[in-house]
């Protein structure tokens, strides 16, 4: 079974603010895949990251970067400097070898206001 | 990445009545999945829409409620049937493209068809 929990369920910050979305996934796999989606109020789903288990590196793209911890089973997605059109939710998903199926955590949603 | 195409974007639809969503993709892709989104809610995956055979439903998930039409790499249908308030949800169909048959590539999603059932 995998499970993916996104504790928090909203975020409300002043743009320029920094915010960061919390994502603990549970497996039995030692080969999995984590991702973050990013859903605005258009409701199209767009691909953030994909991130194997063996690659533990932080990424950082633009504003956007993300903290892989294998150790704490954690997938934290930080925003830099928010900014209006930040405000979505945001979805962290994870993959098993076994299938590549994607299932969901619930979602964080992130509103920043100006 | 992949434009992937919806219809109806959006539906008000009568109880017991059925509504087929189309999903069409730029390109010819090998995974495609319909998801539900349910209000406020995370996505669940529905089935994976198999080419040239039945799709593989998930658990909780049957073909009777759900027929699934898959004719070409590029095209699919799912139809919700006897529709119930309950069904009222986001049904995304999403394709998978990058995949190297050893690990996922990256699932591109439609813009969702939002319906609404009285």
Redo the contacts between chains.
């Keep these: 079974a995998q499970k993916v929990t996104q504790a928090q369920t909203e975020i409300s910050v002043v743009e320029k603010e920094d915010v960061t979305l919390d994502c603990v996934y549970e497996t039995r796999d030692t080969t999995y895949?984590l991702?973050w989606?990013k859903q605005p109020p258009?409701?199209?789903?767009v691909?953030l990251i994909?991130r194997?288990s063996f690659d533990e590196q932080n990424e950082i793209s633009g504003r956007y970067s993300w903290n892989f911890q294998k150790s704490t089973s954690s997938f934290n997605f930080t925003i830099t400097a928010s900014q209006v059109v930040d405000s979505a939710v945001y979805?962290c998903a994870l993959?098993e070898?076994i299938d590549?199926?994607?299932s969901?955590?619930?979602?964080t949603t992130v509103t920043v206001r100006a | 990445s992949a434009v992937i195409s919806q219809k109806p974007s959006r539906d008000i639809c009568q109880r017991g009545t059925s509504l087929t969503i189309q999903c069409q993709v730029d390109s010819q892709v090998t995974m495609m999945f319909w998801y539900r989104q349910q209000p406020g809610q995370s996505l669940t995956l529905i089935a994976t829409a198999n080419q040239g055979s039945e799709a593989t439903y998930e658990s909780g998930f049957v073909i009777d409620k759900f027929p699934i039409s898959r004719p070409n790499l590029t095209f699919s249908t799912l139809t919700v049937s006897n529709m119930s308030p309950e069904d009222s949800s986001i049904y995304l169909c999403s394709v998978e493209l990058g995949s190297d048959r050893v690990s996922p590539g990256e699932l591109f999603f439609g813009e969702g068809s939002r319906l609404t059932v009285l």
């Design positions: 895949y991702f989606y258009s409701g199209e789903l691909f994909r194997n979805f993959s070898l590549y199926k994607l969901f955590g619930a979602g």
